[in-house]
């Protein structure tokens, strides 16, 4: 690929918009931050409830698996808008 076909798609190629603006991304990361504690604390309190064994495991493997991805969510978004920053 020759340097005048990389200037030409340089020019040609349509800008980057983000999803998440930067100013954003740190509300959003506490919000997830805070559902996602909600959603572990709801899955063990769900675990000494006396219910049936299996309706209690799936209702905690839902439970768990929101609250695993909310933290990720909020990891991502937290290292992305902090990060820059330092």
Do not use: D, H, W
Not at 36 to 58: D, E, Q, R, W
């Amino acid at each position: 690929m020759s340097y005048e076909q990389v200037f030409r798609e340089y020019n040609t190629a349509t800008a980057f918009t983000p999803t998440l603006p930067l100013e954003v991304q740190p509300r959003y990361a506490v919000l997830a931050s805070i559902v996602a504690l909600l959603c572990i604390s709801g899955a063990f309190a769900l675990a000494s409830s006396k219910k049936n064994m299996v309706i209690k495991f799936l209702e905690y493997l839902i439970l768990s698996v929101f609250g695993s991805l909310f933290f990720g969510i909020a990891a991502v978004l937290s290292s992305n808008s902090f990060g820059v920053y330092v």
